[in-house]
């Protein structure tokens, strides 16, 4: 587990590199506001969180699932990160910035995910 990282994940490259190719510039990981959001666009008001979908437990993705081993440890630990994101995204709004959660599962088409940035960056 000392491996994992938190920030600068192969999923969040992926976000990274579509959205500066496509002309946007953003702050990371701003401390100032909850949860550090993974890309800030201050001007439009607007943040991107890029979720792995095991780690945050993405509903009706095959790899949000719970390890067969040590059960007691990994069920409060997702549930934990899972209400963290709850409290973070709630906190957000209240501060009125809109938010764009982007799934690991859901990078593999990235023709498909230009186009959804595209949307949620230009409205």
């Known amino acids: ?21 496509m002309g946007y ?7 100032k506001l909850p949860g550090k959001p993974d890309l800030v ?13 095991f780690w945050h437990q ?14 007691e440890y990994w ?3 997702l549930a934990g990160n899972q ?3 709850t409290e973070n995204q709630t906190k957000l709004k ?3 910035w809109k938010m764009l959660t982007l799934w690991e599962c859901q990078l593999a088409d ?3 995910v230009q186009k959804r940035l595209q949307r949620f960056l230009g409205a």
């Open 94 to 96: 209240a501060r009125g």
């Open 83 to 85: 209400r963290r994101d």
């Open 25 to 31: 510039r953003y702050r990371l990981h701003v401390a």
């Open 58 to 71: 993405h509903p009706g993705c095959i790899d949000s699932h719970i390890p067969k081993t040590r059960t």
């Open 110 to 112: 990235q023709l498909k």
């Open 41 to 53: 666009f201050t001007r439009l008001q607007k943040i991107i969180e890029v979720r792995g979908c």
């Open 1 to 21: 587990m000392s491996r994992i990282r938190s920030r600068d994940t192969s999923p969040e490259m992926i976000v990274r590199r579509l959205v500066h190719a």
């Open 75 to 77: 069920r409060p630990k």
